[in-house]
């Protein structure tokens, strides 16, 4: 088992930064690739980002590409989630999660472990 704890979300401009982070416990959280997934309001979730076991390697959605950039601390067992310029349509619940998959991180059904999310609103 994994746990999942999200926090950093918030109420933020058009054009300002919020950092979201994930602490994880239980197994090991080297174990895991993490991924950020988002919900808005009568949407389905979608997928923002993921990031490698090491931390070498990040893969974005186009919609969050070059600028949100995700990182990883395994001494911390915390993953991260740096967002700027943010835009009124990244307002969502953001949710991180936990795979032991080894590739198409952008699935979320490949996710055994989940947090419960954090609000993120932007307005205009």
């Known amino acids: 088992q994994v746990q999942l704890v999200e926090s950093g979300g918030g109420l933020v401009q058009a054009g300002g930064s919020l950092r979201l982070s994930c602490a994880a416990s239980?197994?090991?959280?080297?174990?895991?690739?993490m991924g950020w997934f988002r919900q808005a309001p009568g949407k389905e979730r979608e997928f923002v980002g993921a990031?490698?076991?090491?931390?070498?390697?990040?893969y974005y959605a186009d919609s969050v590409k070059g600028r949100f950039t995700m990182s990883r601390d395994n001494a911390k067992n915390t993953v991260y989630l740096q967002m700027n310029s943010l835009k009124p349509e990244d307002t969502a619940l953001y949710y991180c999660?936990?795979?032991?998959?080894?590739?198409?991180?952008?699935?979320?059904?490949?996710?055994?472990?989940w947090g419960q999310g954090t609000q993120v609103t932007v307005s205009s």
């Open positions: 239980g197994r090991t959280f080297r174990d895991y690739a």
């Open positions: 990031i490698s076991w090491s931390g070498g390697s990040t």
């Open positions: 999660a936990a795979t032991d998959a080894r590739s198409r991180w952008f699935i979320s059904n490949l996710y055994a472990y």
